[in-house]
């Protein structure tokens, strides 16, 4: 999978990985989807970004959690 709005530059934002080199990071993007704010909100927040940039900030991070093992408690 190829993604090319997200970037990964070691002199922003601690090297974390962000949309299209600007210092907003995918992990607020998705955190804020998971507190329930829709699409325009967070667009009028970020009003430099794009509604692509939230979709594939979301396909970047389930792609990540693909790749790896996150270790959950049992209820």
Do not use: H, W
């Not at 210092?23 to 955190?31: D, Y």
């Not at 989807?33 to 594939?56: C, F, S, T, W």
């Amino acid at each position: 999978m190829k993604f090319t709005r997200i970037t990964v530059e070691a002199d922003k934002m601690g090297g974390v990985p962000c949309i299209r080199g600007l210092r907003v990071p995918v992990a607020t993007v998705v955190a804020m989807v998971a507190d329930g704010l829709n699409e325009r909100q967070i667009l009028e927040a970020y009003q430099y970004l794009e509604p692509e940039d939230i979709k594939e900030a979301l396909r970047y991070a389930a792609e990540a959690v693909r790749e790896r093992a996150i270790p959950l408690t049992s209820p």
